[in-house]
């Protein structure tokens, strides 16, 4: 069974330049300076080098070997807290998968890679959760028939620069292609190769330099955490930061597994997966039902969690592996210790990712993440706490650093969620502005300055709202609103 849904994610402050413009196009020249100028005096290369510096390694340049421009930094470590290790390598990190990213000659300007492929020799169990966009991009359409059939693949290719999507038969065509290439530079069979695909939608894949690149890719692949690095770069657009995450968790009994991934996205983000691909590997032995459940839970608690401004995109794409190369039994009982501590792990990287994606949305100067309490249920606190963190005119207050909280309980209070007004609580950061369904007087000015602080160290503002006295919970994630989105998304292509 292949399961359905799709993600919101969170913007970045800066106005970003897209790799995906049209040949013999570039972005206005004035917004390309903004951007660098926003860079230099908002983050500058401290920060640059502190994300390197915080996630173990050192800047990846061009190099003869590895054909192209690796030189974007990685997102900051988001995993939330729990009995695991955060850990260097990201899909590499799990026992059993190798890695690499290169320029193949697919974005339409400049020579930042745009290819990478992930592989497992033995073949790995797979899972996948894919945009319900009933325009959902060719890959979408191959992955998902290549997983009905299956329950193992040995290997994902990933193209950044042409979404293939809505592209006719000629896009399915192209990713038969695709897989066929992988499929011979590897030694492996065509049905053993998942695909994703990111860019303008309505361009095919450049075809001819895919299929070129494909040998030289293949015969790169490493096991270390550089090469992963490479692949999370390859996979970016309009990202200003490549995202992965690794951990190591113990199952009990000296059992140790490993998970790691790497995602993109930036805009075209919201529930049931928007712009939005990754790929999370794992070194555990699972039975294929059991892991797809898990994957599938994991995605709806993160993924299917953020959003940015709203937009399902046709390609979103989550795919999960499984090697089966750690010592121990295969994992068969969801019920089981083992199980429940692996669904834990697993959920965690994938929050991870989520996040990152979130906190690098397009134009954005925060993350945004907001906690709903007391509700009926867990699926009814989602609901409310993604109400929220989409609202155009909460991203806008944040962004215009106003505590006007009147805009979360109004989001909350259309979310379709029913529940007695005189219960609400809301709390922004550590300001309580409303109790027990009545307003509290409150210091407008701290409550600004908070909104404030978090902006100008690009950190994360928090709303908390409860509805009553259930015992569902959630969290949700976004990213405020800001003039550079829409001068970003404006002339994408022009």
């Known amino acids: 069974m292949v399961s359905q849904a799709l993600v919101p994610v969170m913007s970045v402050p800066l106005a970003r330049a897209s790799p ?45 070997a590895v054909p192209g421009d690796f030189s974007i930094p990685p997102a900051p470590i988001l995993i939330p807290s729990g009995p695991w290790k955060e850990i260097d390598g990201c899909v590499c990190a799990p026992k059993g998968f190798k890695a690499q990213g290169m ?23 797979a899972a996948g959760v894919f945009t319900l966009n009933v325009m959902c991009a060719a890959p979408v359409t191959y992955c998902k028939e290549i997983l009905a059939k299956s329950d193992t693949v040995k290997a994902v290719l990933v193209n950044a620069g042409q979404a293939n999507a809505a592209t006719g038969s000629q896009g399915y065509q192209d990713c038969l292609d695709s897989a066929a290439a992988v499929a011979q530079a590897l030694g492996i069979s065509p049905e053993e190769v998942l695909l994703e ?35 999370a770069v390859a ?24 998970l790691g991934g790497i995602a993109k996205g930036s805009g075209m983000i919201h529930p049931n997966m928007a712009t939005m691909l990754a790929v999370l590997t794992c070194d555990a032995s699972v039975e294929p039902s059991l892991w797809r459940a898990m994957f599938r839970r994991g995605a709806a608690a993160s993924f299917n969690q953020i959003t940015v401004d709203g937009d399902t995109s046709t390609n979103d794409t989550v795919i999960g592996l499984a090697s089966g190369h750690a010592d121990g039994a295969v994992i068969s009982d969801p019920a089981s210790p083992e199980a429940q501590k692996l669904e834990a792990a697993l959920t965690a990287v994938l929050q991870g990712m989520a996040k990152a994606i979130a906190w690098d949305g397009e134009g954005a100067t925060v993350l945004v993440e907001v906690e709903c309490t007391g509700a009926p249920d867990d699926a009814a606190a989602g609901t409310v706490a993604k109400s929220i963190a989409g609202s155009s005119l909460v991203k806008s207050a944040i962004f215009g650093h106003d505590p006007n909280w009147g805009r979360i309980a109004a989001a909350a209070g259309y979310s379709g969620v029913q529940y007695n007004q005189a219960d609400m609580r809301v709390v922004l950061g550590d300001t309580v502005l409303m109790d027990k369904g009545q307003p509290l007087p409150f210091d407008a ?50």
């Open 103 to 125: 320029f193949g000659g697919l974005r339409a300007k400049g020579e930042k890679a745009d290819l990478a492929l992930i592989t497992c020799e033995t073949g790995a169990v």
């Open 235 to 258: 996979i970016t657009t309009t990202d200003l930061v490549s995202k992965s995450a690794a951990l190591e968790v113990d199952l009990g009994g000296g059992r140790t597994v490993r």
């Open 445 to 494: 000015a701290a409550a600004s300055a908070y909104l404030k602080g978090q902006a100008a160290k690009h950190g994360t503002v928090n709303i908390g709202v409860s509805i009553g006295s259930g015992q569902g919970r959630a969290l949700a994630w976004g990213c405020d609103l800001s003039y550079d989105y829409v001068k970003i998304n404006a002339e994408y292509t022009t």
């Open 197 to 231: 695909s990111t860019g303008v939608i309505g361009r095919r894949i450049k075809m001819q330099e895919l299929l070129a690149a494909v040998p030289k890719l293949a015969s790169l692949l490493g096991e270390g955490a550089e090469d992963a690095h490479r692949a």
């Open 20 to 64: 995906c413009h049209s040949k013999g196009t570039q972005p206005p020249v004035a917004f390309r300076a903004a951007f660098l100028g926003r860079l230099a005096a908002a983050r500058g290369q401290a920060l640059r080098r502190a994300l390197h510096q915080r996630r173990g390694y050192t800047l990846v340049t061009q190099s003869a």
